[in-house]
């Protein structure tokens, strides 16, 4: 069925450092896209979100960029700190702002 | 920031018993859901719930789930026979309309 992946798990990053957590999606017919990060024992935060008719969007030192070619989704955290270490949850919708999928996450850890 | 408020944070039940989670989703919003997340895995859409009707539910959400919005203010989930695998932190989330989703900080159910 249609699904959303991320590659990598886990990801490590000294503080200071770009991190960039990435996301595949196979739902063509998906067109809104969100970024949450989940810290230990709370639920989903909205960090950013990217409609299919852009290719990019920048909120406070995050950046989503959406390639529809490839079902590509990233978010990139510039000066990463030591409060940003938590899991990532890139999510899809294809219906606007209703039910969202879920990809499986990416824990971010941040040494300082 | 207003926010959406799930309680218990914790429920323990034994295997076959009745649950109710309970959320206060934030007042002014529309349309309320129910997420779950099994420990290490991603984050699972049950049921959406809007002008007092079941909008949208996942397979998840079979016989034996139920939700109510006994009042103005409150959401709940019922779980009327529990099994082992509902095992799971459970997640309140509300929008207002077409905005961005806000969710609680979930219930952890352990079923034994």
């Known amino acids: 069925g249609e699904s959303v992946g991320l590659h990598l798990p886990t990801l490590s990053v000294q503080e200071g450092d770009n991190s960039i957590i990435n996301c595949a999606y196979s739902?063509?017919?998906?067109?809104?896209f969100i970024w949450y990060k989940q810290e230990s024992g709370k639920g989903p935060q909205f960090i950013i979100d990217?409609?299919?008719?852009?290719d990019k969007r920048q909120g406070q030192r995050v950046t989503v960029l959406l390639n529809k070619t490839v079902k590509h989704l990233s978010l990139q955290i510039a000066a990463t700190q030591p409060g940003d270490s938590a899991v990532y949850f890139c999510?899809?919708?294809?219906?606007?702002?209703?039910?969202?999928?879920f990809g499986k996450g990416t824990m971010l850890l941040v040494s300082p | 920031e207003p926010e959406v408020t799930q309680t218990p944070s914790h429920q323990v039940t034994q295997m076959g018993q009745e649950v109710i989670l309970r959320c206060v989703p934030i007042s002014n919003h529309l349309y309320f859901y129910w997420y779950r997340q099994i420990l290490g895995q991603k984050v699972e859409f049950l049921v959406s719930?809007?002008?007092?009707?079941?909008?949208?539910k996942s397979e998840i959400f079979d016989d034996q789930f139920s939700v109510e919005r006994p009042d103005g203010s409150n959401f709940t989930l019922k779980i009327r026979s529990t099994k082992l695998e509902d095992s799971a932190m459970y997640f309140c989330?509300?929008?207002?309309?077409?905005?961005?989703?806000?969710f609680g900080s979930g219930t952890q159910l352990s079923v034994l």
């Open positions: 989330a509300s929008e207002r309309a077409n905005e961005k989703l806000f």
């Open positions: 739902n063509s017919a998906s067109d809104y």
């Open positions: 719930f809007y002008n007092n009707e079941i909008s949208e």
């Open positions: 999510a899809e919708s294809h219906s606007g702002y209703s039910t969202l999928t």
């Open positions: 990217i409609r299919s008719n852009m």
